[in-house]
């Protein structure tokens, strides 16, 4: 079943000159297929850089419609429209202009994991790759709202020594790790080293040897020593770090760190986006023109 899907998603790759993008969070399956998997700042970096027109983004919603904003002139496809991200909800334009309006000198800081509409009222984006480096380029006197995830901004607050507004967000699936999880794994693999997404809590975040975005963690597990790894995040990484170190184990640090959005895509849903040409994820062209400058920021400071 799947060769054939796979077999077909192929063809029509290549009849339409599409690229396949891929998060690291997704299915086993679905990075199998991908011209390019990485974290949010990669494919934005891709998204951008690719020649090919059409862009299947297997990812959630907000990842798409950054793409579609860095490249208005590209067609990009989200294969299931329900993927969103809960974390990207929990913050509205509407609450962000009153949030700004208490604090008219205030910047605003908003992770790329936020709609189109509240990006476009920020004044620079980051990613969990570059948040701590664009947070210590801005002037000391200045006051900082972060949006929308709490952990990843008491997480640079920690290390910049900056204080900051934190919205109150959050990922659902990295708040379901505790460190009660870590501290099982441990006991089980006390030689491994213990590696954390900055959108855990900061309990969590305390127990570890390194704290990285999906893409640090792939660097790291291919330069460390350790043998083994225990892994806070998103299970889907583990594919990806075991295919590409088969020397090392890697341990998912709770069956509980599955993100249901981001196992919405499967072969069947990438191959009748190329079929359909479905769906297409565009921003307001008034939105997307404002939402573009803060992600440019973001791509120009983490260039430096
Ligand atoms: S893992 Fe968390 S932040 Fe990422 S898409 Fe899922 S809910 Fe959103």
């Not at 796979?6 to 399956?29: D, M, P, T, V």
Request: hydrophobic share 40%; net charge neutral; charged share 25%.
């Amino acid at each position: 079943m799947n060769e054939e899907l796979i077999i077909g998603i192929s063809a029509l790759r290549a009849e339409k000159n599409a690229i396949i993008l891929a998060h690291n969070y997704q299915l086993g399956e679905v990075q199998d297929i991908a011209d390019f998997i990485g974290d949010s700042l990669e494919l934005s970096f891709k998204a951008a850089e690719c020649e090919e027109k059409l862009i299947v983004f297997c990812g959630v919603t907000f990842m798409a419609e950054t793409a579609s904003i860095l490249a208005p002139e590209k067609t990009v496809l989200l294969p299931s429209l329900e993927a969103g991200c809960p974390m990207a909800d929990m913050a509205d334009a509407e609450s962000l202009k009153k949030k700004k309006s208490e604090h008219p000198n205030a910047l605003v800081v908003t992770y790329v994991n936020s709609s189109a509409e509240v990006k476009a009222l920020s004044d620079t984006c980051v990613t969990s790759a570059n948040a701590v480096k664009i947070v210590s380029q801005i002037p000391k006197d200045r006051e900082i709202i972060f949006v929308p995830d709490r952990n990843l901004g008491a997480y640079v607050v920690k290390k910049t020594g900056r204080k900051m507004i934190l919205w109150p967000g959050f990922c659902p699936t990295h708040m379901r790790i505790t460190p009660e999880h870590l501290i099982k794994r441990k006991k089980e693999y006390p030689d491994a080293k213990i590696v954390v997404h900055p959108e855990c809590s900061f309990d969590v975040i305390s127990l570890a040897d390194e704290v990285l975005s999906t893409g640090g963690m792939i660097k790291f597990a291919k330069k460390t020593d350790a043998r083994r790894i225990i892994v806070a995040t998103e299970s889907g990484l583990i594919y990806r770090l075991e295919k590409e170190n088969p020397d090392k184990q890697f341990i998912s640090v709770s069956e509980q760190a599955v993100c249901p959005n981001m196992k919405m895509t499967r072969l069947e849903e990438v191959l009748s986006a190329l079929e359909k040409n479905q769906h297409i994820i565009k921003a307001p062209e008034n939105i997307a023109k404002l939402a573009k400058i803060p992600i440019e920021r973001m791509l120009e400071a983490s260039r430096r």
